[in-house]
Protein backbone atom coordinates (compact mmCIF):
# COMPACT_ATOMS: atom_id res chain seq x y z
CA UNK A 1 0.00 0.00 0.00
CA UNK A 2 1.14 3.50 -1.10
CA UNK A 3 1.63 6.41 1.29
CA UNK A 4 -1.43 7.78 -0.82
CA UNK A 5 -3.42 4.79 -0.37
CA UNK A 6 -2.89 4.92 3.43
CA UNK A 7 -3.92 8.39 3.66
CA UNK A 8 -7.26 7.90 1.57
CA UNK A 9 -8.18 5.31 3.87
CA UNK A 10 -7.81 7.09 6.72
CA UNK A 11 -9.23 10.07 6.05
CA UNK A 12 -13.28 10.34 6.53
CA UNK A 13 -15.57 9.70 3.54
CA UNK A 14 -19.19 9.77 5.03
CA UNK A 15 -21.21 9.80 2.43
CA UNK A 16 -24.82 9.92 2.98
CA UNK A 17 -26.85 7.87 0.13
CA UNK A 18 -30.27 8.48 -1.58
CA UNK A 19 -31.90 5.94 0.89
CA UNK A 20 -30.86 7.48 4.07
CA UNK A 21 -32.62 10.91 2.43
CA UNK A 22 -35.62 9.05 1.99
CA UNK A 23 -35.97 8.16 5.61
CA UNK A 24 -34.90 11.61 6.72
CA UNK A 25 -37.76 12.62 4.52
CA UNK A 26 -39.69 10.41 6.39
CA UNK A 27 -39.15 11.55 9.61
CA UNK A 28 -39.75 14.79 8.63
CA UNK A 29 -43.21 13.84 7.20
CA UNK A 30 -44.62 12.26 10.16
CA UNK A 31 -43.50 15.47 12.00
CA UNK A 32 -45.39 17.58 9.34
CA UNK A 33 -48.28 14.76 10.14
CA UNK A 34 -48.12 15.46 13.45
CA UNK A 35 -48.62 19.37 13.45
CA UNK A 36 -50.90 19.73 10.29
CA UNK A 37 -52.95 16.36 11.52
CA UNK A 38 -54.37 15.94 7.86
CA UNK A 39 -55.03 12.60 8.69
CA UNK A 40 -55.59 10.13 11.55
CA UNK A 41 -53.65 10.76 14.63
CA UNK A 42 -52.53 7.54 15.18
CA UNK A 43 -50.87 7.05 11.48
CA UNK A 44 -49.45 9.98 12.04
CA UNK A 45 -47.51 8.90 15.36
CA UNK A 46 -47.03 5.62 13.70
CA UNK A 47 -45.22 7.18 10.35
CA UNK A 48 -42.97 9.28 12.78
CA UNK A 49 -41.80 6.42 15.08
CA UNK A 50 -41.56 3.95 12.75
CA UNK A 51 -38.99 6.19 10.29
CA UNK A 52 -37.66 7.87 13.75
CA UNK A 53 -36.60 3.97 14.98
CA UNK A 54 -35.31 3.38 11.16
CA UNK A 55 -33.04 6.38 11.50
CA UNK A 56 -31.62 5.16 14.85
CA UNK A 57 -31.22 2.23 13.69
CA UNK A 58 -28.92 4.13 10.87
CA UNK A 59 -27.27 5.88 13.12
CA UNK A 60 -26.66 3.11 15.71
CA UNK A 61 -24.75 0.78 13.36
CA UNK A 62 -23.66 3.60 11.25
CA UNK A 63 -21.80 4.59 15.31
CA UNK A 64 -20.45 1.44 15.55
CA UNK A 65 -18.85 1.21 12.04
CA UNK A 66 -17.17 4.09 12.31
CA UNK A 67 -15.68 4.02 15.54
CA UNK A 68 -14.18 0.67 14.37
CA UNK A 69 -12.79 2.18 11.31
CA UNK A 70 -11.19 5.55 13.29
CA UNK A 71 -10.14 1.77 15.34
CA UNK A 72 -8.06 0.37 12.58
CA UNK A 73 -10.54 -1.48 10.53
CA UNK A 74 -9.90 0.16 7.50
CA UNK A 75 -12.27 -2.00 5.53
CA UNK A 76 -14.93 -0.37 6.45
CA UNK A 77 -15.48 2.12 3.68
CA UNK A 78 -15.33 -0.78 1.38
CA UNK A 79 -18.37 -2.47 2.89
CA UNK A 80 -20.46 0.48 2.35
CA UNK A 81 -21.19 1.05 6.29
CA UNK A 82 -20.63 5.21 5.74
CA UNK A 83 -22.51 5.67 3.43
CA UNK A 84 -25.63 6.21 6.09
CA UNK A 85 -27.71 3.48 4.26
CA UNK A 86 -30.41 1.30 5.61
CA UNK A 87 -29.61 -1.52 3.34
CA UNK A 88 -26.51 -2.01 4.00
CA UNK A 89 -27.20 -2.60 8.16
CA UNK A 90 -30.29 -4.72 7.38
CA UNK A 91 -31.02 -8.33 8.04
CA UNK A 92 -34.76 -8.84 7.03
CA UNK A 93 -35.92 -10.86 9.83
CA UNK A 94 -33.45 -9.02 12.63
CA UNK A 95 -33.60 -5.85 11.32
CA UNK A 96 -37.30 -4.93 10.17
CA UNK A 97 -39.73 -7.95 11.83
CA UNK A 98 -38.21 -8.46 15.02
CA UNK A 99 -37.88 -4.83 16.19
CA UNK A 100 -40.95 -3.81 14.49
CA UNK A 101 -43.11 -6.98 16.73
CA UNK A 102 -41.07 -6.32 20.06
CA UNK A 103 -42.72 -2.37 19.38
CA UNK A 104 -45.46 -3.85 19.03
CA UNK A 105 -45.75 -6.06 21.77
CA UNK A 106 -44.23 -4.12 24.66
CA UNK A 107 -42.70 -0.96 23.47
CA UNK A 108 -38.89 -2.33 23.44
CA UNK A 109 -36.55 -0.82 21.38
CA UNK A 110 -34.75 -3.78 20.17
CA UNK A 111 -32.06 -2.41 17.32
CA UNK A 112 -31.29 -5.28 14.96
CA UNK A 113 -29.11 -4.61 12.41
CA UNK A 114 -25.53 -5.19 12.09
CA UNK A 115 -21.77 -4.58 10.79
CA UNK A 116 -19.18 -6.75 10.31
CA UNK A 117 -15.97 -5.73 11.89
CA UNK A 118 -12.78 -7.38 11.78
CA UNK A 119 -12.15 -6.70 14.85
CA UNK A 120 -8.62 -8.15 14.99
CA UNK A 121 -7.76 -5.12 12.96
CA UNK A 122 -8.66 -2.73 15.96
CA UNK A 123 -5.61 -1.36 17.83
CA UNK A 124 -6.31 -1.47 21.37
CA UNK A 125 -8.97 -3.47 23.32
CA UNK A 126 -10.22 0.24 24.68
CA UNK A 127 -10.68 0.64 21.09
CA UNK A 128 -13.06 -2.77 20.94
CA UNK A 129 -14.62 -1.91 23.70
CA UNK A 130 -15.38 1.61 22.14
CA UNK A 131 -16.97 -0.11 18.89
CA UNK A 132 -19.22 -1.76 21.23
CA UNK A 133 -20.26 0.81 23.53
CA UNK A 134 -20.36 3.27 20.36
CA UNK A 135 -23.89 2.06 19.13
CA UNK A 136 -26.10 2.21 22.52
CA UNK A 137 -24.35 5.52 23.30
CA UNK A 138 -25.87 7.11 19.96
CA UNK A 139 -29.51 5.44 21.18
CA UNK A 140 -29.03 7.45 24.24
CA UNK A 141 -27.95 10.30 22.41
CA UNK A 142 -30.94 10.26 20.19
CA UNK A 143 -33.00 9.88 23.47
CA UNK A 144 -32.03 13.21 24.63
CA UNK A 145 -32.66 14.75 21.55
CA UNK A 146 -36.46 13.84 21.24
CA UNK A 147 -36.92 14.26 24.58
CA UNK A 148 -35.38 17.35 25.86
CA UNK A 149 -37.35 19.08 23.97
CA UNK A 150 -40.54 18.19 25.38
CA UNK A 151 -38.70 18.79 28.98
CA UNK A 152 -37.46 22.03 28.33
CA UNK A 153 -40.84 23.11 26.65
CA UNK A 154 -39.40 23.76 23.20
CA UNK A 155 -42.19 21.41 22.38
CA UNK A 156 -45.36 21.75 24.33
CA UNK A 157 -47.87 19.33 24.47
CA UNK A 158 -50.57 22.15 25.11
CA UNK A 159 -49.65 23.34 21.39
CA UNK A 160 -48.62 20.01 19.66
CA UNK A 161 -50.21 17.20 21.34
CA UNK A 162 -49.78 14.98 18.87
CA UNK A 163 -45.87 15.43 17.90
CA UNK A 164 -45.24 15.32 21.91
CA UNK A 165 -46.57 12.39 22.75
CA UNK A 166 -44.85 10.80 19.33
CA UNK A 167 -41.44 12.23 20.68
CA UNK A 168 -42.57 11.00 24.01
CA UNK A 169 -42.39 7.72 22.69
CA UNK A 170 -39.81 7.97 19.95
CA UNK A 171 -37.56 8.68 22.99
CA UNK A 172 -38.56 6.00 25.09
CA UNK A 173 -37.84 3.37 22.68
CA UNK A 174 -34.35 4.82 22.54
CA UNK A 175 -33.88 4.62 25.93
CA UNK A 176 -35.08 0.99 25.69
CA UNK A 177 -32.80 0.08 23.05
CA UNK A 178 -29.96 1.78 25.34
CA UNK A 179 -30.57 0.21 28.75
CA UNK A 180 -31.21 -3.70 27.22
CA UNK A 181 -27.62 -3.29 24.39
CA UNK A 182 -25.59 -2.13 27.76
CA UNK A 183 -26.38 -5.49 29.36
CA UNK A 184 -23.58 -8.14 29.58
CA UNK A 185 -25.01 -10.83 27.91
CA UNK A 186 -23.70 -12.25 24.77
CA UNK A 187 -24.94 -10.99 21.76
CA UNK A 188 -25.36 -7.10 22.89
CA UNK A 189 -23.24 -4.68 22.83
CA UNK A 190 -22.83 -4.60 26.81
CA UNK A 191 -21.04 -8.23 26.37
CA UNK A 192 -19.18 -6.86 23.55
CA UNK A 193 -17.58 -4.10 25.27
CA UNK A 194 -16.18 -6.54 28.02
CA UNK A 195 -15.09 -9.57 25.94
CA UNK A 196 -11.77 -7.99 24.74
CA UNK A 197 -10.99 -8.13 28.10
CA UNK A 198 -11.75 -11.67 29.09
CA UNK A 199 -9.49 -14.68 28.39
CA UNK A 200 -9.88 -16.66 25.73
CA UNK A 201 -10.61 -19.28 27.72
CA UNK A 202 -13.68 -17.52 28.94
CA UNK A 203 -14.58 -16.14 25.43
CA UNK A 204 -14.49 -19.76 23.85
CA UNK A 205 -16.76 -21.08 27.15
CA UNK A 206 -19.32 -18.26 26.30
CA UNK A 207 -19.23 -18.70 22.53
CA UNK A 208 -22.05 -20.90 21.97
CA UNK A 209 -24.44 -18.69 24.59
CA UNK A 210 -24.19 -15.63 21.90
CA UNK A 211 -26.67 -17.36 19.16
CA UNK A 212 -29.18 -17.82 22.15
CA UNK A 213 -28.01 -15.04 24.68
CA UNK A 214 -30.90 -12.47 23.10
CA UNK A 215 -33.62 -14.97 22.90
CA UNK A 216 -33.29 -15.92 26.26
CA UNK A 217 -33.02 -12.10 27.55
CA UNK A 218 -36.45 -11.24 25.47
CA UNK A 219 -38.16 -13.67 27.11
CA UNK A 220 -37.15 -13.48 30.86
CA UNK A 221 -38.31 -10.09 30.17
CA UNK A 222 -41.56 -10.74 29.09
CA UNK A 223 -42.19 -13.58 31.51
CA UNK A 224 -39.51 -13.38 34.42
CA UNK A 225 -41.13 -11.13 37.03
CA UNK A 226 -37.89 -9.47 38.35
CA UNK A 227 -36.07 -9.03 35.40
CA UNK A 228 -38.89 -7.27 34.57
CA UNK A 229 -39.28 -5.11 36.47
CA UNK A 230 -35.62 -4.01 37.14
CA UNK A 231 -35.62 -3.47 33.22
CA UNK A 232 -38.78 -1.22 33.18
CA UNK A 233 -37.43 0.61 36.60
CA UNK A 234 -34.30 1.60 35.24
CA UNK A 235 -36.08 2.92 32.02
CA UNK A 236 -38.70 4.51 33.71
CA UNK A 237 -35.28 6.12 36.06
CA UNK A 238 -33.86 7.40 32.75
CA UNK A 239 -37.19 9.11 31.61
CA UNK A 240 -37.47 10.85 34.74
CA UNK A 241 -34.19 11.98 34.35
CA UNK A 242 -35.31 14.07 31.46
CA UNK A 243 -38.58 15.17 33.45
CA UNK A 244 -40.79 13.32 30.69
CA UNK A 245 -44.49 12.80 32.04
CA UNK A 246 -44.77 8.87 31.66
CA UNK A 247 -48.33 9.54 29.87
CA UNK A 248 -47.49 11.75 26.87
CA UNK A 249 -45.02 8.06 26.26
CA UNK A 250 -47.99 5.97 27.24
CA UNK A 251 -50.64 7.80 24.99
CA UNK A 252 -47.98 8.04 22.26
CA UNK A 253 -47.76 4.03 22.10
CA UNK A 254 -51.23 3.56 22.53
CA UNK A 255 -52.10 5.85 19.14
CA UNK A 256 -48.79 4.40 17.35
CA UNK A 257 -51.16 1.00 17.28
CA UNK A 258 -53.69 2.90 15.39
CA UNK A 259 -55.26 -0.18 14.37
CA UNK A 260 -56.40 -1.38 17.60
Sequence with gaps: MTMFDTQTSRTPSVRPGPAF???LASVALGAWLTVARPIDDGIAVF???????ILSLIFHEFAHAFVAWRGGDHSIPAKGYLT???RRYTDPVTSIVLPLVFVLMGGIGLPGGAVWIDRSLLNSTARASAVSLAGPFTNLALGAVVLLPLSTGLVEPTTYPVLAVAM?????????????????VPG???FGALEPHLSPSVRLALAPVRRWGMLVLIGALFFVDPVRDVFWSTV????????????LFRVG???????E
Excluded at 168 to 184: C, I, K, Y
Excluded at 236 to 247: K, N, R, T
Design 84 to 86: LDP
Design 21 to 23: VVV
Design 236 to 247: GALMGLFGVDDS
Design 253 to 259: WQLYRFW
Design 188 to 190: LDG
Design 47 to 53: VFVTSGW
Design 168 to 184: AFLGFLQLTAFVLNMLP
